[in-house]
């Protein structure tokens, strides 16, 4: 069974430029997750989406970061306007509803901001 | 103050030796389940093993098993006889309100631990 597929792998654009980051959960988790990973913050949670329910978005740092997840299924995170500080790797994860499943991630998205 | 501590920002070990990563964390929460996630050079995130705090035994896979002790907060990984595979960055993770189905399950993930496998 295929894993959580996320694209691009890299992304390269200049400050200002908005930017759409796609997760394609594993099939049959309803719950995904959003996580921004950094050298100087570590991992970070950013954005949960569970079946309908409306998405947990305590984690996003700014207006400029949003998601939506269509169908139940793939996800797209988009940051307008980016900034330098936005430079990461931006990792989905998705799992069972269940609260003792593990979270399952993908390779992540490298983003760089020139 | 952080909920999850991993004091040790690298260690080393050789190659066929059994080896602990700290992990301390900090909840007031009854229901929680803890994590710990391995991330090779290549980026993945792979899941070793999982421990929820009202399990009564220490949970084991494989070459790996967690020193759970709820007392102290600590959710330490033991690897035994190391690979040089193991090679990586290890984080210890949280996920609180488990039970209540409150909150989201989102992660609070520790600094992590860089082990470097010696031959």
């Known amino acids: 069974g295929a894993g959580v597929s996320q694209s691009p792998s890299n992304k390269v654009t200049e400050k200002g430029k908005d930017v759409e980051l796609r997760c394609d959960p594993i099939?049959?988790?309803?719950?995904l997750y959003w996580y921004r990973q950094s050298l100087g913050q570590g991992l970070e949670f950013l954005i949960y989406?569970?079946?309908?329910?409306?998405?947990?978005k305590s984690g996003l740092p700014s207006d400029r970061f949003s998601a939506e997840r269509t169908g139940g299924s793939v996800s797209t995170l988009t940051i307008q306007r980016t900034q330098q500080e936005d430079s990461a790797v931006y990792l989905c994860?998705?799992?069972?509803?269940?609260?003792?499943?593990?979270?399952?991630f993908g390779d992540g998205t490298r983003l760089s901001i020139l | 103050a952080q909920k999850i501590t991993q004091t040790q920002p690298g260690m080393f070990v050789q190659e066929k030796e059994a080896v602990t990563l700290d992990c301390t964390y900090d909840?007031?929460?009854?229901?929680?389940?803890l994590f710990w996630y391995k991330q090779p050079s290549s980026g993945e995130m792979i899941f070793l093993i999982y421990?929820?705090?009202?399990?009564?035994q220490n949970a084991t896979e494989g070459r790996y098993s967690l020193n759970f002790q709820k007392a102290r907060k600590s959710a330490n990984l033991v690897i035994s006889a190391s690979q040089l595979g193991d090679s990586a960055m290890y984080f210890c993770?949280?996920?609180?309100?488990?039970?209540?189905?409150?909150?989201?399950?989102?992660?609070?993930f520790g600094k992590g631990t860089k082990l470097s496998v010696i031959p």
């Open positions: 994860a998705s799992s069972f509803r269940d609260s003792n499943q593990p979270q399952h």
């Open positions: 099939s049959g988790h309803t719950a």
């Open positions: 989406f569970q079946g309908n329910s409306a998405p947990d």
């Open positions: 909840t007031s929460d009854p229901s929680y389940g």
């Open positions: 421990q929820g705090s009202y399990d009564q």
């Open positions: 993770a949280m996920r609180e309100s488990l039970y209540s189905g409150a909150g989201s399950y989102q992660l609070t």
